[in-house]
């Protein structure tokens, strides 16, 4: 069974742009969680889907972030415009269940993108 | 906060010998998870404890939860050289929302 993967595993941009990153959960996997961890922190959860529903946002920075998750399957996350306390690296995660029932499900977690803003 | 918190932030052992690393936190829990991270790779997952149990056992991990000190501890016995990375303890509340809180993370460094 494939893990969860992450698109690119590195990106390099300059302040002022764009960038997309995605992540393929593991199939089947309704819930699907994106975290970050800037240089010396701690990693910080971003937001939580549940199929294509957003769950939890309330670890978005701020609006120049934003995630979907069309279709229920694979994730974006958009950075626009990229500002140098972006740099950082940022993992997805997926696990299986659904709801408060299964709220003690493993997540597991991709390789990550390491993003660097210039 | 309500942030696990890993001690010691770095353990150096010789190869054969065991480490032991501890996690804090703060609320009432759901679950526990303990994570490996290589240098420069992903998270992979070791092990979940939930809160209504006190030890797991998973090949030579070894972790126990005491929720009345709201603490838990990671044991790798007869650690190899492959151990060294850095561990992270990963949180679950209770009270709906299913993201994970990470600690700052333990570095082990297993000598030959």
């Known amino acids: 069974e494939a893990g969860v993967t992450q698109f690119p595993s590195h990106s390099v941009i300059e302040k002022g742009q764009t960038v997309t990153l995605r992540c393929d959960p593991i199939?089947?996997?309704?819930?699907l969680y994106w975290y970050r961890r800037v240089m010396g922190k701690e990693i910080k959860f971003l937001l939580h889907?549940?199929?294509?529903?957003?769950?939890?946002e309330s670890g978005m920075p701020n609006n120049r972030f934003l995630a979907e998750r069309t279709g229920g399957t694979y994730s974006t996350l958009k950075v626009q415009p990229a500002e140098l306390e972006d740099s950082g690296v940022y993992f997805c995660?997926?696990?299986?269940?659904?709801?408060?029932?299964?709220?003690?499900?493993?997540?597991?977690f991709g390789p990550g993108t390491r993003l660097t803003v210039l | 906060s309500q942030q696990g918190e890993e001690d010691p932030q770095a353990l150096s052992i010789q190869e054969g010998e065991n480490a032991t690393m501890n996690c804090s936190y703060k609320?009432?829990?759901?679950?526990l998870q303990w994570y490996r991270q290589n240098s420069g790779r992903g998270l992979v997952h070791l092990i979940l404890?939930?809160?209504?149990?006190r030890e797991k056992h998973s090949g030579r991990l070894r972790v126990t939860l005491d929720t009345s000190k709201k603490s838990s501890s990671l044991l790798i016995t007869a650690s190899r050289a492959a151990d060294t990375a850095s561990y992270f303890c990963?949180?679950?509340?209770?009270?709906?929302?299913?993201?994970?809180?990470f600690g700052k993370g333990t570095k082990l460094t297993v000598n030959p």
């Open positions: 995660a997926s696990s299986h269940g659904i709801g408060i029932l299964f709220s003690t499900d493993t997540q597991y």
């Open positions: 199939s089947g996997h309704d819930n």
């Open positions: 889907f549940v199929k294509e529903s957003k769950q939890d």
């Open positions: 609320t009432s829990i759901n679950n």
């Open positions: 404890i939930r809160s209504n149990e």
């Open positions: 990963a949180t679950g509340f209770q009270g709906g929302s299913e993201k994970l809180v």
